[in-house]
Structures are given as structure tokens and as C-alpha cells.
């Protein structure tokens, strides 16, 4: 591994971190991710470049706004460090290659997931409807391209759709019989999870997303910071599945493949 190249996909992950935290405030608002400029949403003052340098910026001002002092979300900072720090992973594990840039793109929209349905329990149709649809291009080229291979072996069109349509009606199922226990926003999600992961991902990116989700929640309602009433944003769960077996994919199946 190139260690120049390392560093440099680590720049490159804070900085698209930066932009992922634009989606997150803007998205759920309905709002235009490129106008207006940034701001602070406190005083509307218009930020400068020093106000923009991606995590220094934030530890440079101490996360507070240089004009007014508001204080900045610490999500922000958390965002672009964990985007450089899923771009490194990825291009650790799968070097300058296609599947290294697409792992990436996914790791980008499951981190613009998590962090809007843990802030407004919200799983925007604006996000999974497209990544749906690129989901299914990607999969129908790596499957039937001519002599385009840069998938593992597993990541088939029929295999993705199978698993998707799977874990829907399986959740549907359940926003059906328990409405208040889960919502469309999160078959929707599982849908996707299964698309890109594929029989065997599926089965450890939904182990890990429904394992995290079950003890938070125990959590949460064993303090008393939420009741049994109370919502809580399992998509932010469902969607750290798909990251950790998408980096971790070789790993994974070279595993599930040695019983066989």
C-alpha cells in the first residue's frame, strides 16, 4: 500500500466528510446543497475559508462559530473523521481499484443515513430511491458487462435482487403488524442492505445492524431515556452492517466459504 496514496484518500475522505455533513443538515429540510453558501445556522453569518477547513477548522475554533459564538454540532467533527477514516479502510483493503472507489460511495451514503435518522429519525426516499437504482446498475454491469469484473464473485444482479426483495417483505411484513416497531423508511433501507451485499453479506451486515440496534435499545430503555413508546432510529444501526461487511468482505466470505 502506497503510503502517499493512503494519506491522500484520507484528505480526500474529511473533505467529502465535509460535504456529507451538508447533506445531513440540508436533506432533511428539503433544502439545496448548493445554495445557500455555508453559514451558520445561528447567525447566518457566511463562513470563510478558515471557517471550512474540514476537523481543523472545528478544533481550531474549539466547535464554535468564530461570529457568534454558537456551538457547532460535534457530529460535525465525528462525520469527517469517520469518512477519512473509511476511505483509508477501503483503500487499505482493496488498493486503487473499482471496487475500493464503490465500497467508498456506499460507506458515503450509509453515513448520510445514520446520522439524519439518528438526528430526525428520518430515512429520506431521496436517498434511497437513487441508491437503489445505482445499486442495481452496478450490479447488472459487474454481472453482464463484458469482461468487467470488479466485484467479488458473489455480487450478482440476481443474488442482490433476491436478497433485497427478501429482507423488504420480511420488514414490510413487520411495519405491517407492528407499525409503531418499524416504518417504511426502514424496509426500504433493508432493501438496499440487501442489494449491495448479496447472500452471504446480507446475513452478517443485518447481524450486525440488528445486534447493535437490540443493545442500544436495551440501553435506552433500561436508563429510562426512552420508553416503550418511544421511537428509535434503527436505521442508524441497520446502516453500520453494510459498512463493516463491505470493508470486511474478504474476510467474510473466505470465512463463511471455508465451511464448505
Known amino acids: ?34 445554495t445557500p453558501p455555508s453559514h451558520c445556522d445561528s447567525c447566518q453569518r457566511r463562513l470563510g475559508l478558515l471557517d471550512n477547513i474540514p476537523i481543523f477548522s472545528y478544533l481550531f475554533l474549539r466547535g464554535h462559530c468564530r461570529y457568534c459564538g454558537a456551538r457547532i454540532p460535534v457530529r460535525v467533527l465525528l462525520v469527517e473523521f469517520i469518512t477519512g477514516l473509511l476511505f483509508f479502510l477501503a483503500f487499505w ?9 464503490i465500497t467508498a460511495f456506499w460507506c458515503c451514503v450509509f453515513l448520510v443515513v445514520i446520522f ?10 431521496i436517498i434511497t430511491y437513487p441508491a437503489i437504482v445505482i445499486a442495481v446498475v452496478i450490479l447488472a454491469v459487474h454481472t453482464y458487462g463484458p469482461g468487467i469484473v ?27 403488524i407492528r407499525p409503531d416497531a418499524m416504518g417504511m423508511g426502514d424496509a426500504k433501507l433493508v432493501a438496499l442492505i440487501g442489494l449491495i451485499s448479496g447472500f452471504p453479506l446480507v ?15 436495551v440501553i435506552l430503555l433500561a436508563t429510562r431515556k426512552k420508553g416503550r413508546k418511544d421511537v428509535i432510529a434503527y ?5 453500520i452492517g453494510p459498512i463493516i461487511a463491505l470493508i470486511f468482505a474478504p474476510e467474510i466470505l473466505n470465512w463463511y466459504l471455508s465451511f464448505f
Do not use: Y
Open 93 to 101: 483493503r482493496f488498493g486503487l481499484t473499482a471496487q475500493f472507489g
Open 150 to 176: 470488479f466485484l467479488p464473485p458473489q455480487a450478482t444482479l440476481i443474488n442482490g435482487l433476491v436478497s433485497g426483495a427478501f429482507l423488504f417483505a420480511f420488514f414490510l411484513l413487520i411495519v405491517i
Open 1 to 34: 500500500m502506497s503510503i502517499q496514496l493512503a494519506v491522500f484518500f484520507i484528505l480526500v475522505g474529511v473533505a467529502v466528510g465535509s460535504f456529507l455533513n451538508v447533506c445531513i443538515d440540508r436533506l432533511p429540510s428539503r433544502k439545496s446543497l448548493v
Open 235 to 239: 436505521g442508524t444501526f441497520l446502516g
Open 116 to 125: 439524519i435518522d439518528w438526528e430526525h429519525k428520518l430515512i429520506l426516499n
Open 203 to 217: 446475513v452478517f451486515s443485518m447481524m450486525i445492524g440488528v445486534t447493535l440496534g437490540g443493545i442500544v435499545a
